[in-house]
């Protein structure tokens, strides 16, 4: 079992820049590819950002690609999501998730994934 927690999240303005952070308990990350999604009040879930279990492999959403980056820190069981300039249209509660690995790689379906935080609201104003 793997428990997730994710922290970070606030109100910014439009053009600013937040750092979330997803610490696991229960379980090394070393053995988890992981991903960031995002819910909009009113709308589906979707992908943001994931990486695979060493690191090597990341894909992100288009909507996101060239602002936000996403990493990790085995040593400290951290994935993070780094937000820069942001837009009042990533506004949304965004979830961390992560996927039993045998050979490491990443995946945008969300049924993938065998665990799941909390969330964190993410909001940017205009």
């Known amino acids: 079992q793997v428990q997730l927690i994710e922290s970070g999240g606030g109100l910014v303005q439009a053009g600013g820049s937040l750092r979330l952070s997803c610490a696991a308990s229960g379980r090394t990350l070393s053995s988890y590819d992981m991903g960031w999604f995002r819910q909009a009040t009113g709308k589906e879930r979707e992908f943001v950002a994931a990486i695979s279990r060493s690191g090597v492999y990341t894909t992100y959403a288009d909507s996101v690609k060239g602002r936000f980056t996403i990493s990790r820190d085995n040593a400290k069981n951290t994935v993070y999501l780094q937000m820069n300039s942001l837009k009042s249209e990533d506004t949304a509660v965004y979830y961390c998730?992560?996927?039993?690995?045998?050979?490491?790689?990443?995946?945008?379906?969300?049924?993938?994934?065998?665990?799941w935080g909390q969330g964190t609201q993410v909001t940017a104003s205009s």
């Open positions: 998730a992560a996927r039993l690995s045998l050979v490491g790689g990443t995946t945008r379906r969300g049924a993938d994934y065998d665990y």
